[in-house]
């Protein structure tokens, strides 16, 4: 499928304001919920497991975003159920894609679980956590 400006996948441009959904092709498992909340600014709400079955998808799906020219990214976990160390490794990976981009990414509303998962991995410091 392909991509316009403004989409991702083939879905929907995405305005200020207005989400699409999507899963990431056919990782079970792992859903995507992109919305741009304002321009310049995507916000993806991950659902599901970010595990060893769903980074690969995960991490191809960003850099498609990514490449759309975005200056911030926001990461919203607070649906992610399962958190493994493969996950961890793939946030880190999207975080250091993002920087050699010049764009900002950031991880908001984590589970107590997962907080403390990117704090023992020390991943705050690739990735900054956000309140928004």
């Known amino acids: 499928m392909e991509s316009t400006p403004g989409s991702w996948a083939g879905h929907e441009a995405l305005s200020p304001g207005r989400p699409a959904q999507t899963s990431l092709g056919r990782t079970p498992g792992l859903g995507l919920e992109v919305a741009s909340p304002e321009p310049g600014t995507l916000r993806l709400r991950l659902q599901g497991a970010l595990d060893a079955r769903s980074a690969p998808a995960f991490k191809h799906a960003l850099a498609e975003l990514l ?22 490794a793939a946030l880190a990976e999207a ?38």
């Open 67 to 88: 490449s759309e020219g975005p200056s911030r990214v926001v990461l919203d976990l607070s649906a992610l159920k399962r958190l493994d160390p493969t996950g961890l």
């Open 95 to 132: 975080g250091e894609m993002a920087k050699r981009r010049g764009q900002r990414l950031a991880v908001a509303h984590l589970p107590p679980s997962a907080r403390r998962r990117l704090a023992r991995a020390s991943l705050h410091k690739i990735i900054p956590l956000s309140e928004a």
